[in-house]
């Protein structure tokens, strides 16, 4: 019997979604525009954040050695910066190799001559987040033999990471604002539906249907609406995504800035979780809405 009951009321929501085909068709036409827009907006943000993370990786501080550090202490240094919780990588430059890369920059040997047995050795360190760019520094000074002086970019690194967070947060914002479409666009073509069958409603009420059987049928077709929507969506976020990052991919200018963007195939899978997520969220919260003014006792 309940098995009964629940083909019954899922039946009737796919009815209802192919009698009403034009109000069908409208909705998942507005509702495809605005989750594609979503989609767009979701994968530039994750792919900026990306980018973003690859160069803040790249953002290192130098940690020189006292001149008075044996080989064995070097060496120990090394090993506890690696052992620092947010370092990504430690890379160990000797003297010799810092003082040709000093020479380089100068590109006059005369102004660096005598410093040969005054430079000392160093690590060039790499954090997994900027945020931890304070709290490592704070640790590796607190280790001996360590010059208290650390280059490092933290003005770079401060301002990717406010870009970082700006990026976000706008993208956090368009997202809820499209969403809060989404759901008013499912609302009002549920309300259309509902409006039509008000007498089929209110006989079903006075006969002692319950408000959840009532309710179901329509739910369902906002739900049909949604998931819909987010298939035919994907398909086209996948076309214009592949387009898109094959186009940048063979710019020139993107090319010497050396950062990646994630292919469609990395992201499909977080894509199609949370496009289904929100089809039916949307139209389980679009159904539940229209309908509530009709099911008041």
């Known amino acids: 019997m309940r098995y009964n009951v629940i083909s019954y009321l899922i039946g009737e929501g796919f009815r209802n979604t192919l009698k009403?085909?034009?109000?069908?068709?409208?909705?998942?036409?507005?509702?495809?525009?605005?989750?594609?827009?979503?989609?767009?907006?979701?994968?530039?943000?994750?792919?900026?954040?990306?980018?973003?993370?690859?160069?803040s990786q790249e953002q290192g501080m130098q940690v020189f050695i006292d001149l008075e550090a044996t080989e064995e202490e070097?060496?120990?240094?090394?090993?506890?910066?690696?052992?620092?919780?947010?370092?990504?990588?430690?890379?160990?430059?000797?003297?010799?190799?810092?003082?040709?890369?000093?020479?380089?920059?100068?590109?006059?040997?005369?102004?660096?001559?005598?410093?040969?047995?005054?430079?000392?050795?160093?690590?060039?360190?790499?954090?997994?987040?900027?945020?931890?760019?304070?709290?490592?520094?704070?640790?590796?000074?607190?280790?001996?033999?360590?010059?208290?002086?650390?280059?490092?970019?933290?003005?770079?690194?401060?301002?990717?990471?406010?870009?970082?967070?700006?990026?976000?947060?706008?993208?956090?914002?368009?997202?809820?604002i499209l969403v809060i479409i989404s759901i008013f666009i499912i609302t009002n073509t549920i309300k259309l539906t509902v409006h039509a069958r008000r007498k089929e409603i209110s006989i079903m009420k006075y006969v002692g249907a319950t408000n959840s059987f009532i309710r179901w049928p329509f739910v369902v077709e906002g739900i049909i609406i949604g998931v819909v929507s987010a298939l035919i969506t994907i398909l086209l976020?996948?076309?214009?995504?592949?387009?898109?990052?094959?186009?940048?991919?063979?710019?020139?200018?993107?090319?010497?800035?050396?950062?990646?963007?994630?292919?469609f195939a990395d992201m499909f899978r977080m894509l199609i979780i949370t496009y289904i997520i929100l089809g039916v969220g949307i139209g389980v919260v679009g159904s539940s809405i229209s309908m509530r003014k009709y099911l008041e006792v």
């Open 20 to 55: 009403n085909k034009k109000s069908t068709i409208a909705s998942v036409t507005i509702m495809c525009m605005a989750m594609l827009m979503f989609g767009l907006f979701f994968i530039l943000g994750e792919n900026i954040n990306y980018m973003m993370d690859q160069i």
């Open 237 to 263: 976020v996948g076309g214009i995504y592949n387009l898109v990052t094959n186009a940048l991919t063979q710019n020139n200018t993107f090319q010497e800035l050396s950062v990646k963007l994630y292919t």
């Open 74 to 176: 070097i060496t120990d240094i090394g090993a506890k910066i690696r052992a620092i919780d947010g370092v990504n990588t430690v890379q160990r430059v000797t003297a010799k190799e810092g003082l040709d890369e000093y020479k380089n920059v100068l590109n006059d040997d005369t102004l660096v001559e005598g410093l040969d047995e005054i430079w000392p050795e160093s690590y060039i360190v790499t954090l997994t987040d900027l945020e931890l760019n304070d709290s490592v520094q704070t640790q590796i000074k607190q280790i001996d033999k360590v010059d208290k002086e650390i280059k490092s970019s933290n003005h770079t690194i401060e301002m990717l990471f406010n870009i970082t967070r700006g990026i976000r947060l706008v993208t956090f914002g368009i997202l809820v």
